[in-house]
Structure formats: structure tokens, C-alpha cells
């Protein structure tokens, strides 16, 4: 049944299958499990005049350890494509326009993983139900064959009261997924599609929208292997192709989980309980028998990690690194940001035979054919885009003013930007890349993002009045318009010889009229906004 809890959530609840079937393990675990020891919250909802009697047991909590608050999974495997593309609908990897504004401080960069075998015991059976051409109910049991994981970005969160405004005003970041990034930076370590990652992190159940599915939420450490190879200057001071892995690390995964908050509500996380070890591939051809394979290894900006970052390169091409923090008794607040660079030994990196275009990728123009405000109204735009791994936060260029979320799309009547933002992508002959820009435009759920409220909190007057204050009130959420609007998002793929078909493009936002669960909110992303660019080869 829909209700405006669910609709609170701001989640999106999928049910996709991979591109190849997988065996499951006969010990999965079932939803069910989720909701034991918990009992209805109900509750009535009022937004202006409309009522609504809702159980709010789906987010007390929305969240739940499927082992404890201190443990540790982990999982490998393939980013999952996006949408358009073979046939999948979902805009993952991005940074959700939808998130509940009371368990967050700024909105989550998620993503999906396809597991590789030893990782498919994080999956979870949930039991669905549906009615025959007879009216008769039937009951399957699904196992969804993807992970979904979550780490708050740190970055967009410009509203009175979160205690992080003033720094994502100025196009810093809070933290997070995004920590040490500063204005016109690329976000150089969040997956796209194609890239394979290594992360670890805490197994939940995510009871918001039943039946409950399990999801990695939030992540404490993330290695993203590139799909695309960056091009590099070796030891020997040859220009090669290398294998690119991100390695990034730190213990503020949400406002529930990180070393910085002292409230009721937030658990440390203790990155020194272990050390932490994965083993990565260079996935570029062996120029020749002879090919050794070597590596690099290179501080990103944010890192305050302070031990040393253990590499051992094998003859079969894969490298083993572990980064030691408990063995030497590091502190749980610093934080990892390095990059580690696979390469072998000889020519340019790569087998004579095996081609690797080298291409400019320029921004042209962002144009937004609407927007979705009163007649008086300026849109209040939130706006990513990745080319290939390369993540930009928009507003960050759009205006030469210091306050980016108040100022250039951030708060605008315009609807056409000229952009000069120019990428490098090294694309071989078998593998593709991901042109993408999707968004948000911030309404009355961006007003109290980071008022935070327990998740475990027990079901009380108390705490029913303080959501019906917060959320559903006209006020602030209420006069603000409610839910976030999503403004939809626009994906291209591009290959060598798609490219060698044309060098300028036009692409548009896509996505489907959809209510949100708020009075009078319809709304209409299809074709919202467009971005035109180029794309040379070097």
C-alpha cells in the first residue's frame, strides 16, 4: 500500500536482473528477519488538509545491521550498467535526488554491484505478492542479484540549520564520500559503470520500502579498478598506459555511522579494527612474455592517512596491496585518498596489436528546457555530471560567485549555460565510457536535511510530534514543496567507433512523469534538461 511514509523515504525500489544468470547460495537470508522485534509505530500524517494513517515502524529504523553495528562485509564485483543501456532503467551510479532528510546531512552517491562469486552470500531472498488473470494471490520468493550500496557525498547541502552548510556553500565538501574535495575539483573517487571495486562496509537490511532487501550502507573503504586506462610517465620515463585503482578510505560513512558526531545517535566507526587487503588486476594485454609487471603509487588530495600502503606485483599481472591500520595502531579519523597506477614494463603498457584512442571530451552548453517552479519561482538546481569516472559538481562552474547554492543554477530564472569544462579519457578497442548529467531541483526536503532524529529511537509521542513538525507540516517542508524534484538524467555511451561516427552531441534528460507522495506534486522530467559536447581525438 502507498503512503506518505513511504514516499518519505525518497528511495527507489527495483527489481532488475543481471546480464548473466548466477548461482545463489542455499543459505541466504530471508526479509522477514528485518522486522523481528519490531512493532507497529502508527501514526496520522497531516500535510495542509489531507490525513493519512501510516505505520512508522518502516524507518524505526529505516536500517538494520543484519549482524551487529561493528561488523564488517565485504564485497567485489562489476558496477551495473545505467540506464538505456542493454535494457537496464536505473540512473546508478549518481547521486540520489531522493534521500530521507532526517538521517541525512547532505544526499547519497550510490551505486549497484554485480558480485563476483565468493560475494553472493550478501544477497537476501524477499517474498513478493501478486495476484493471477483470476484475482488469485500468488507468492514467489525473489532473490535480487545485485547489491545496492550507499555513501553519503558530502557535497550540496546548503539549507539553514545543517551544520555543514557553510562549507558545501562555498563548494567544499563535509566529508563523507567526498572528503578533501574543494571547489572545481573532479570527484576523482566514485565508480561509474564498467569500473570493478573492492569495498567494505556495513551489511544492512533496508527496511523503508518492504519487503526488505540487503544493501552495503554505508562503505568505509572503496577500490575502484578504472575500466578506462589512464595514460602515465613511468620509472623509466616512457609514457604508458596503465590500470588505474582509486583506494579510498575513511570512517564518516553516514550521520549515523562517523568519528565526528557525539550525539545519541551516531556510532563510531572504528577503522582500526582491522587491515585491509584486496588483490587487483592490470587489464590491459602483456605487451610480451618478457613484460614485468610494475606500479606507482600517488597522494590524492583530503589523504591524512599516515601508514604505508603495502604493494606486491605478481608475474600473472595482479597486485596484492594492503593497507595496515590496526597492526600499527593508527587513529579511526584519518582518512585514505591515494591512487594506485598497474602497469607493465614495456613499450607504451600494452600489447603492439591492442588500440587505445586517446580523446577531448569538451562541454559545450547545459540548457534546461523548464523549470519546475511557480510562475515567480526561481529552480533551485543540484546538478552532477561523469564522463567516464570524472565526476563534476555543476554548480561548482556555473557562476563566479562564492556562494554556488545560492547563486548560478543554484538559484536561477536562466535556462541556458555556455560551459568550457574539457576531460581525457584513454577508450581501448573493446570498452566504452559513460557520458552522464543528472540532478535534482531543491524543495521543502532540502530545508531540513541534517535535523537529524534517531532511527532507533523508540516510538513515542514525542518523536511522532517531531516528525509531524519537520516533514509533514506546512511548515518548513510543506511551504518549501515537499519532496526534491528529480530533474532526470541524460546517459550516452560512447566506443571508438561511435565516436569515429560523429564528434558533436545532444543529450536529454530522461525519465518518467511520476507523483510524488506529496499534495499536488506531478511532475515531468522527460526532456528537462540538455547537454551538448564535443568529443576530439588527441
Known sequence: MKTIVVGILLLTCLNLTAQEPFSYPKDLRFSTEADEGYYPCW???????????????????????VINHDSVSVLEGLIMPTPGHEGYKFGVPHVSFEDLPLYHYTHDFSFNVFPDEGYRNLFSRYITITKDESGNEVRDTIVRDWVHCEWESGLAAGNKGN?????????????????????????????TTGDWVHLEGLWIWDRGHPPARTEMHPMRFLATRRNLPDKIISAKGDSVFATRVDIFANGDGSAFYNNRDTSDWARPVKMSSKDYEFRVKNTLPRPSSASKLAFTLVT??????????????DESGFALVRIPWKSIGLVDTLVLAKTLYLYWDEGNGASEDYVINSYSVRFKSFKVRRLSEPVLGRAELRVFMDIGGQYIFFNEF?????????????????????????????????REFRVYVGGWEADGAEKIMGYIIDQFSDCTPELKSRVNDLMLDPTPMGYGGCEDDNIGEAIEYHSIKSISLNNTFLIKGDGK??????????????????????????
Open 163 to 191: 551544520k555543514y552548510k557553510d562549507v558545501c556553500e562555498v563548494g567544499g565538501s563535509a566529508g563523507f564520500a567526498s572528503a578533501g574535495h574543494e571547489r572545481y575539483d573532479i570527484i576523482w573517487n566514485w565508480p
Open 300 to 313: 590524492q588530495k583530503g589523504n591524512s592517512y599516515s601508514g604505508n600502503v603495502e604493494v606486491k606485483a
Open 398 to 430: 556555473a557562476t563566479n560567485h562564492k556562494n554556488i547554492l545560492n547563486k548560478g543554477i543554484g538559484k536561477t530564472f536562466r535556462r541556458k549555460w555556455k560551459i568550457n569544462n574539457s576531460f581525457t579519457v584513454h577508450v581501448p578497442q573493446d
Open 43 to 65: 501514526d496520522t500524517m497531516r500535510v495542509y488538509m489531507f490525513k493519512n494513517v501510516v505505520d512508522l515502524r518502516l524507518i524505526l529504523p529505516a536500517w538494520r545491521p
Open 513 to 538: 512523469p511520476y507523483k510524488e507522495n506529496c499534495p499536488f506534486g506531478k511532475h515531468y522530467p522527460v526532456d528537462f534538461h540538455r547537454l551538448e559536447y564535443s568529443i576530439l581525438q588527441k
